[in-house]
């Protein structure tokens, strides 16, 4: 069993602790708690249309999204492997995207602070975005996607991060955002002004789907990558 201390690097007050002697000969695992409590990597995932829209309304299964782009998520969401997601867009998916994948299905349908298992691979959630992150990251998660709706896209983006003072600075550590060439003129906004605020667009390799692409560019629009500024 380690022993976990939240401390600097002298050892000398805890040997008593030890017995006594040299501290340092001893046989001791020092876990710092940061680096117990590490949260996975964030990932938010989305599509939105040339004029900055999610969806056409809450029901919106999403046939504007070229098929390119469907593909490119399902890779990219199984590279990831989890998947944190709001009931009402769950209960929109077809059922091939639950396969080879953990799903995280936001929902205050269970009590506040709980997990709740629902199949193998299906879980629900009632947690505080930065609680569940933490608590993930203690069961050796290391990455996850946010992959919508509205709701949860909002919740982690705005929420703020434990132990900063409570600023809202927000969990998302880069995103992924497929700007389809299409117009809904109405719908559900993505926030777009937000993200231009807080983060910085980065050129990387991993918005194409395949070598040959112009980074980010599909037959249907452009992928962008962005990471926190
Ligand atoms: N373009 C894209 O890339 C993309 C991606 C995903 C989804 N979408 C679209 O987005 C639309 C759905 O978005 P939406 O905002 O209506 O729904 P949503 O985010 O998918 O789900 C909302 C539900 O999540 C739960 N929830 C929300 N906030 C919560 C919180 N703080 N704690 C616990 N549970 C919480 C509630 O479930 P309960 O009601 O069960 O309590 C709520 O009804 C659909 O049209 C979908 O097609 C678009």
Redesign the pocket.
């Known amino acids: 069993m380690p022993v976990i201390i939240n401390t600097h690097q002298d050892f000398s007050d805890i040997k008593a602790l030890l017995g006594g002697g040299d501290a340092n000969k001893n046989k001791v695992n020092v876990i710092s708690v940061q680096e117990q409590f590490k949260r996975p990597k964030t990932t938010m ?4 249309s040339k004029d900055g829209f ?9 046939r504007w ?1 070229p098929k390119e782009d469907q593909l490119w998520f399902r890779k990219k969401t199984i590279e990831i492997g989890h998947l944190i ?6 209960d ?1 998916l077809p059922k091939k995207a639950l396969e080879h994948r953990t799903y995280w299905v ?4 269970i009590d506040k602070g709980h997990v709740a298992v629902l199949d193998e691979n299906i879980y629900l ?2 947690m505080e975005p930065a609680e569940f992150l933490q608590y993930l990251g203690k069961k050796g998660t290391k990455h996850v996607a946010i ?7 909002d ?1 982690f983006l705005h929420s703020a991060s434990l132990g900063r003072n409570n600023q809202k600075t927000g969990l998302i550590d880069e995103i992924y955002l497929s700007i389809v060439n299409h117009t809904l003129q109405t719908g ?1 906004k993505f926030d777009l002004d937000f993200v231009q605020k807080h983060f910085i667009e980065v050129k990387s390799k991993d918005v194409a789907d395949s070598e040959s692409r112009d980074l980010g560019k599909f037959e249907w629009g452009e992928r962008v990558k962005y990471v926190r500024k």
């Open positions: 995932i989305s599509a939105i999610i969806a056409k309304d809450a029901n919106d299964k999403l999204v997601i709001g009931k009402k867009t769950f929109i936001y929902t205050r349908k959630v009632n992959v919508g709706g509205k709701a949860i896209y919740l559900i």
